[in-house]
């Protein structure tokens, strides 16, 4: 036992002041004895507050000598023989029920006697065989809760009833002929229920914890993929910026080698017509002087004996076209940037669009209200280099008309010859949502498609036609009914007939679903399937008056 606690009073605890022993030979501050035994009087009997031996008649205390020598030792050499002040129970601690003056924390608190102790005065209930019976838990200061407030009793049962705790008096009373148990029966079947809301929470953390870890992995294969894919893209980009060096290197070769060439044949050829001008000159001169001569019987003497002209290397020999030199080398190169171009901006979009849709979250439900499906708007624009010449396009490409006279678009392989179809420009995949507004016309009709961008566009075979192949999936709506097709198979669909069709698309949970759209949204069909590859939107429209329009949602 440590010294402070040997000169310590186990009545107040503190130092011992005038210390005096009881006759079972535990010591006390005189005056904590004498109180307590002042107190307890009027029983006739005084007991020790620590072993519980009892004296009859009162006790005469005497001083124990050794004791108050031993404090007064400690006093002059500065030793202090009070606990420890982090053993005092402070504002936030449950404090000894029994303790004098300044009170030491509880140790434990007994629902029998409704009291805390500190660890001095909880002795008796680890000491004394009818104390060892009552229940100790954690400090608590809370224990008058258990007090029934009608009857001043400890509330040992249960009204199920009621749902409260009551005492034996409340159950004979004012709870009489009500469902009660007691307090530790009704525990027994409480902590049961909760013995199966922790495993239900711990099972629940369980699979949470292995939705963590798939997460976990799943970043770090995203940031893997990630990272290839921006590395095979440097790679690509390169790869293609060094095949445009090396043909701008070679063409700028060709250029200097063919100029070289023409450069050479100009020179000769000004070489020729210098030589030629002076032998004219030459010849000139030689004229001049016979012109000159005054003398006529010199003059004809002379004359046979010149030269004959030869004939003009300018005239005979070349001729010199307009020049445009290498003007039609830059067009030809300007040409090849354009078409460059028209292909970088059709696939930006396709590869943007693929980029924003990766999708590594786990399924979610499908949306129930048109706010929900808004949210996976996707804007749809139609490609002119698919459409059919049947077809005119208009409101930014968004809107296609069926017309009796072919437009004048050029030729492309992209472009549907009979079929009177048209494909969007984007690619989709992910979650899309989209609407179309269609107008049947009088004999004609809309179909609503999603397709692989690899179906056929030339002729009229059921390679081609939207519904009729296992690569694309149509609602054809005509007149005042909806039929679904899917490789050339006829589903006949019921639903309220309206002007706009909504269609939905989850690429990744092969789901497409079509809803008739108004003041609330019905489906008309819906599609369970694996799709392979990006979809395309796409339109059929067909006889006079006909026209179908994707709208905008944002």
């Known amino acids: 036992m440590a010294q402070q606690e040997i000169l310590s009073c186990p009545i107040c605890l503190d130092p011992l002041k005038d210390p005096v022993a009881t006759g079972c030979g ?34 005469v205390l005497v001083k124990n000598t050794m004791l108050a020598d031993l404090v007064e030792e400690l006093k002059k050499t500065g030793l202090q023989a009070a606990p420890a002040d982090h053993r005092y129970a402070g504002p936030e601690d449950v404090a000894c029920d029994v303790c004098t003056g300044r009170k030491l924390k509880a140790l434990k608190s007994c629902l029998n006697c409704l009291a805390s102790y500190c660890e001095k005065h909880l002795q008796p209930h680890l000491q004394s065989a009818a104390l060892k019976k009552h229940k100790l838990v954690e400090p608590s200061e809370k224990l008058q809760e258990n007090i029934c407030s009608r009857h001043d009793e400890v509330m040992k049962m249960f009204c199920r009833t009621d749902q409260q705790c009551i005492c034996y008096l409340c159950s004979v009373d004012e709870h009489k002929d009500h469902d009660t148990v007691s307090a530790a029966a009704e525990r027994t079947e409480r902590q049961r229920e909760l013995g199966l809301r922790r495993q239900t929470i711990q099972q629940r953390v369980q699979d949470t914890e292995k939705d963590l870890k798939l ?30 060096e090396k043909r701008s290197s070679d063409v700028k070769q060709q250029i200097r080698s063919q100029q070289e060439t023409e450069v050479s044949r100009v020179r000769e050829l000004q070489e020729r017509l210098e030589q030629e001008i002076t032998e004219l000159k030459r010849k000139d001169q030689e004229l001049k002087q016979l012109s000159d001569t ?6 004809l003497h002379n004359y046979p004996s010149l030269s004959p002209l030869s004939g003009s290397t300018h005239s005979s020999s070349f001729r010199i076209r307009p020049l445009r030199n290498f003007e039609d080398v830059t067009a030809a190169v300007s040409q090849v940037r354009g078409r460059l171009q028209d292909i970088l901006s059709e696939t930006e979009t396709e590869i943007l669009q693929i980029v924003s849709q990766v999708d590594v979250l786990l399924p979610q439900p499908e949306p129930e209200t048109r706010a929900d499906f808004l949210t996976y708007s996707q804007k749809i624009t139609l490609d002119p280099n698919t459409v059919n010449k049947r077809l005119l396009l208009s409101e930014g490409n968004r809107k296609v008309t069926w017309t009796s006279k072919d437009q004048s678009y050029s030729n492309h392989p992209d472009r549907f010859t009979d079929r009177p179809q048209v494909l969007s420009r984007e690619s989709l995949t992910g979650r899309c949502y989209w609407e179309v507004e269609v107008e049947r016309g009088v004999y004609g009709g809309v179909g609503v498609a999603v397709t692989y961008k690899n179906i056929s566009r030339a002729g009229d075979s059921v390679h081609c036609g939207f519904g009729s192949n296992d690569k694309s999936w149509s609602l054809s709506c005509y007149g005042n009914s909806y039929n679904f097709y899917y490789n050339s198979i006829q589903t006949t669909v019921s639903g309220p007939v309206s002007s706009r069709v909504g269609v939905y698309l989850d690429h990744s949970a092969g789901v497409l679903s079509f809803y008739s759209v108004s003041d609330t949204m019905t489906l008309l069909h819906r599609v369970q399937t694996t799709f392979t590859q990006p979809l395309c939107a796409g339109v059929m429209v067909y006889c006079y008056g006909s026209t179908a329009e994707f709208c905008k949602l944002k």
């Open 294 to 299: 005054e003398d006529h019987t010199q003059f």
């Open 26 to 59: 535990h010591s006390f501050c005189k005056s904590c004895i004498n109180t307590h035994w002042d107190n307890g009087e009027e029983r006739g009997s005084y007991s020790c507050p620590q072993c519980r031996q009892t004296f009859t008649p009162r006790p």
């Open 215 to 244: 997460l976990q992995q799943e970043e770090e294969a995203l940031n893997g993929s990630a990272d290839k894919a921006v590395e095979d893209s440097e790679e690509i980009f390169t790869e293609m910026i060094r095949l445009l």
